[in-house]
């Protein structure tokens, strides 16, 4: 045990003695003895992280012991069921609340009221309404609590204070706790955490092509964090690691091999060096705002293919590229379809070209801090301006940008792949290991799987995701075969991101066997996930071949199957991965439109994927990774060819806009949502009430044209046809018994 990390305990020991007598008491009472013990983790946190640093190893451990008393308190608060369990938490987070003297005690407090109003809200949707009742008192509680003036928790003279003394510049340079390098005035400092190696030097170099640089050792802190500074702006300047240590037990330390920076903001290919930028950026986009989550319409889109194709409108310059994909006709299509987000395919630095085969849609990161730099004008750093300047174009256009993230697994593959960062640097600690410490657990199907729980790692991914919120104004990401990640880094990007940042999991791994967690975890929390289900059913429908109770839980959000609330489940036809529905129904304009009649009528969060509103195929390739031409490119011609299956789509996106019928952020009840079963089992319908109430009147027998009886004895105007959507009311008007024709979609309105 270093000296360091003695200290550190003493340091949690006394914290613990000292307060005991603050948070007495609380032995009677099970849920005031876990609010008890997260303000004590959460004040120890404060002070390791005062005399320790953000980065250390006590503050990593401190921090863990946080997060654990986090979930402990949630799992508690989570089987509360009844009026008198609910009636004696309120009491408990009153009483503790009344009596909070310090930062820690508040955090805590809040943590567990907003805990406890999940709670609330899971139980009046699901269970008895009236648990509404107690909602009110909890905000008032919280709100009363927000005002309340409360002790500083850090002591005088600690670093948070130090830091404060060193001037602004020199607080914009590591204040962010991010590892890598960072130049502040004539100074740059380099970071890299490698806790086994017994030396490691930073390697400049001129150019990224040079084979020799110049050496500076680096020193290592009892983290395991090596640190060097060097008397200089480095702007500009390349650099990598090299790194001496055990090549046993895992380790796979090599001083002649050069790592390239794990935390590197721009790198050289996904196996060159990394580069130091400067990061700031004029924004001009600060009147916008991310979407509500029931407001959300994505958009699956690769950024190469979006602009790359001759048709495009694109200067050549720029085809393929970030800037082409805010220009030509593209960002255009987005502005005129109606969609309120895009979601990108993975643009962190990937291999291009792996294992001797091309990768194009990029889910082999090499690094979670960098923009690929082949969607850029040049390799020299440019990708970080760029990706800023389409960020700031999507933006100004009113569209949010998702980000698809990689993070169950890297490019560096199994016991096969060659070392470029996080093998030589810190392979037990990076990666799952099996037994043997030499093979790799493979549940991605991609030759490993990124150890999430170690918190070094765990930190590494929080780390990404606020930095390209808080640089890049990303405002959300997909998470691409998530459930490799555990369920403690779940919870720690679900509480450390804003709140209004976007989350949403691909729920499933490629060995099932290797899950972390399933898709009924995560109800009732920010966490949304990809519903296959949504996909599956509606694909169903269009064939003519779905079970209807089936069907009507995925058209009502999945709530009770797997999801809390309707944002839970993001709907989707088509995306990426697998056939187009256009290749899957032969490009028939009738299939697809009431396709998307379904999907885009549901309760949930739409997603379509890039061409799909136009009838785009991939000439029958269902799995289109590998292909850097026209089957994934867009072909604009093609939506001049299916003008009216975009306008149907265009016109479905407007309507699920004008009215919220269509997007609900809780669940739906039989005040809100009707059933219309007819006898043939290949229909349905369904009401949706509000201010103005919907009839959506589903037919998908091939032959049969299906009468639905309409309600009420009143005219209803026809909003679609099937063919056309119109809300102006020149499609007519129905009323009785109204028939629609095989294949076919209708949607109606009563004003």
């Known amino acids: 045990?270093?000296?360091?990390?003695?200290?550190?305990?003493?340091?949690?020991?006394?914290?613990?003695?000292?307060?005991?007598?603050?948070?007495?008491?609380?032995?009677?009472?099970?849920?005031?003895?876990?609010?008890?013990?997260?303000?004590?983790?959460?004040?120890?946190?404060?002070?390791?992280?005062?005399?320790?640093?953000?980065?250390?190893?006590?503050?990593?451990?401190?921090?863990?012991?946080?997060?654990?008393?986090?979930?402990?308190?949630?799992?508690?608060?989570?089987?509360?069921?009844?009026?008198?369990?609910?009636?004696?938490?309120?009491?408990?987070?009153?009483?503790?609340?009344?009596?909070?003297?310090?930062?820690?005690?508040?955090?805590?407090?809040?943590?567990?009221?907003?805990?406890?109003?999940?709670?609330?809200?899971?139980?009046?949707?699901?269970?008895?309404?009236?648990?509404?009742?107690?909602?009110?008192?909890?905000?008032?509680?919280?709100?009363?609590?927000?005002?309340?003036?409360?002790?500083?928790?850090?002591?005088?003279?600690?670093?948070?204070?130090?830091?404060?003394?060193?001037?602004?510049?020199?607080?914009?340079?590591?204040?962010?706790?991010?590892?890598?390098?960072?130049?502040?005035?004539?100074?740059?400092?380099?970071?890299?955490?490698?806790?086994?190696?017994?030396?490691?030097?930073?390697?400049?170099?001129?150019n990224p092509e040079d084979t020799t640089g110049k050496g500076y050792p680096m020193k290592k802190n009892a983290d395991g964090i090596w640190n060097c500074s060097v008397a200089a702006d480095l702007t500009g300047t390349w650099y990598a690691f090299s790194a001496n240590g055990p090549v046993n037990n895992g380790y796979l330390f090599d001083p002649r091999r050069l790592m390239n920076d794990p935390y590197a903001f721009a790198n050289a290919d996904h196996n060159g060096k990394s580069l130091v930028v400067k990061r700031d950026f004029a924004w001009t986009d600060q009147g916008f705002k991310t979407p509500k989550m029931e407001d959300l319409i994505v958009y699956e889109v690769h950024v190469k293919d979006f602009s790359a194709h001759s048709s495009s409108g694109v200067p050549a310059a720029n085809k393929g590229k970030y800037l082409g994909f805010i220009?030509?006709?593209?960002?255009?299509?987005?502005?005129?379809?109606?969609?309120?987000?895009?979601?990108?395919?993975?643009?962190?630095?990937?291999?291009?070209?792996?294992?001797?085969?091309?990768?194009?849609?990029?889910?082999?990161?090499?690094?979670?801090?960098?923009?690929?730099?082949?969607?850029?004008?040049?390799?020299?750093?440019?990708?970080?301006?760029?990706?800023?300047?389409?960020?700031?174009?999507?933006?100004?256009?009113?569209?949010?940008?998702?980000?698809?993230?990689?993070?169950?697994?890297?490019?560096?593959?199994?016991?096969?792949?060659?070392?470029?960062?996080?093998?030589?640097?810190?392979?037990?600690?990076?990666?799952?290991?099996?037994?043997?410490?030499?093979?790799?657990?493979?549940?991605?199907?991609?030759?490993?799987?990124?150890?999430?729980?170690?918190?070094?790692?765990?930190?590494?991914?929080?780390?990404?995701?606020?930095?390209?919120?808080k640089d890049y104004h990303v405002d959300g990401f997909r998470f691409d075969l998530c459930t490799i990640l555990d369920k403690q880094t779940m919870t720690a990007i679900m509480n450390e991101l804003p709140a209004e940042t976007v989350l949403i999991a691909e729920p499933w791994a490629a060995d099932w066997s290797r899950n972390q967690w399933g898709k009924?975890?995560?109800?009732?929390?920010?966490?949304?996930?990809?519903?296959?289900?949504?996909?599956?059913?509606?694909?169903?429908?269009?064939?003519?071949?779905?079970?209807?109770?089936?069907?009507?839980?995925?058209?009502?959000?999945?709530?009770?199957?797997?999801?809390?609330k309707p944002t839970e489940s993001v709907n989707y036809i088509e995306c990426h991965d697998g056939a187009t529905v256009s290749d899957l129904f032969g490009g028939n304009h009738q299939s697809l439109k009431l396709g998307a009649v379904a999907l885009l009528t549901a309760q949930g969060v739409p997603m379509l994927h890039a061409g799909q509103e136009f009838n785009k195929n991939k000439k029958g390739n269902d799995n289109s990774y590998d292909q850097d031409n026209e089957i994934n490119w867009i072909n604009w011609s093609v939506k001049d060819a299916n003008k009216d299956l975009y306008a149907f789509y265009k016109g479905l996106i407007a309507l699920r806009k004008k009215y919220p019928n269509f997007r609900h952020a809780t669940a739906l009840n039989n005040q809100s949502l009707d059933w219309i079963q007819p006898a043939n089992q290949r229909a349905l319908g369904y009401r949706l009430k509000g201010q103005t109430d919907f009839l959506v009147l589903l037919n998908s027998d091939s032959n049969e044209w299906i009468t639905f009886g309409l309600p009420d004895g009143i005219p209803w105007k026809v909003v679609c046809n099937g063919d056309k959507v119109d809300d102006s009311g020149a499609l007519g008007s129905a009323t009785g018994d109204y028939r629609v024709p095989p294949r076919t979609a209708v949607i109606l309105k009563n004003r």
């Open 1 to 206: 045990m270093t000296w360091r990390l003695q200290r550190m305990l003493l340091v949690v020991g006394m914290v613990l003695l000292l307060t005991g007598s603050v948070w007495a008491g609380s032995e009677a009472n099970p849920l005031l003895d876990r609010i008890d013990r997260m303000a004590r983790d959460v004040h120890a946190t404060q002070k390791v992280m005062a005399t320790e640093g953000s980065s250390s190893e006590g503050t990593v451990a401190a921090l863990t012991r946080e997060a654990a008393s986090s979930d402990e308190l949630q799992r508690y608060l989570s089987g509360i069921g009844s009026a008198e369990e609910a009636d004696a938490a309120l009491d408990t987070l009153r009483q503790f609340s009344y009596r909070v003297t310090n930062g820690a005690q508040k955090k805590a407090a809040q943590i567990g009221l907003a805990q406890f109003e999940r709670r609330l809200k899971f139980l009046a949707q699901s269970e008895d309404p009236s648990f509404a009742s107690y909602l009110d008192k909890v905000a008032a509680l919280a709100a009363e609590l927000e005002g309340k003036q409360v002790g500083v928790t850090a002591a005088p003279g600690s670093r948070v204070r130090q830091m404060a003394d060193q001037g602004p510049a020199r607080r914009a340079a590591r204040t962010d706790g991010l590892l890598g390098a960072h130049v502040a005035g004539t100074s740059t400092s380099f970071s890299v955490y490698s806790p086994a190696a017994t030396e490691v030097n930073v390697v400049l170099f001129k």
């Open 327 to 469: 220009q030509g006709k593209g960002i255009e299509h987005l502005k005129d379809l109606g969609v309120t987000a895009v979601e990108l395919l993975p643009c962190h630095e990937f291999d291009n070209n792996f294992a001797g085969h091309p990768n194009h849609w990029g889910y082999m990161t090499s690094h979670f801090f960098a923009p690929e730099c082949s969607y850029a004008s040049g390799k020299n750093g440019e990708a970080v301006k760029e990706f800023k300047q389409m960020v700031n174009g999507l933006h100004k256009a009113g569209i949010a940008v998702i980000m698809d993230v990689v993070f169950n697994h890297t490019t560096e593959g199994n016991e096969k792949g060659v070392p470029i960062n996080f093998k030589g640097l810190d392979n037990p600690g990076y990666y799952r290991l099996m037994d043997d410490k030499k093979y790799y657990w493979n549940g991605t199907g991609c030759g490993n799987e990124f150890r999430s729980e170690n918190p070094m790692t765990r930190k590494l991914i929080v780390d990404s995701l606020k930095y390209w919120v």
């Open 520 to 564: 009924t975890d995560f109800r009732n929390t920010k966490w949304a996930k990809w519903n296959d289900d949504f996909r599956e059913k509606v694909r169903g429908l269009m064939r003519g071949q779905f079970d209807r109770n089936e069907l009507m839980t995925v058209l009502a959000g999945s709530c009770f199957w797997w999801t809390a």
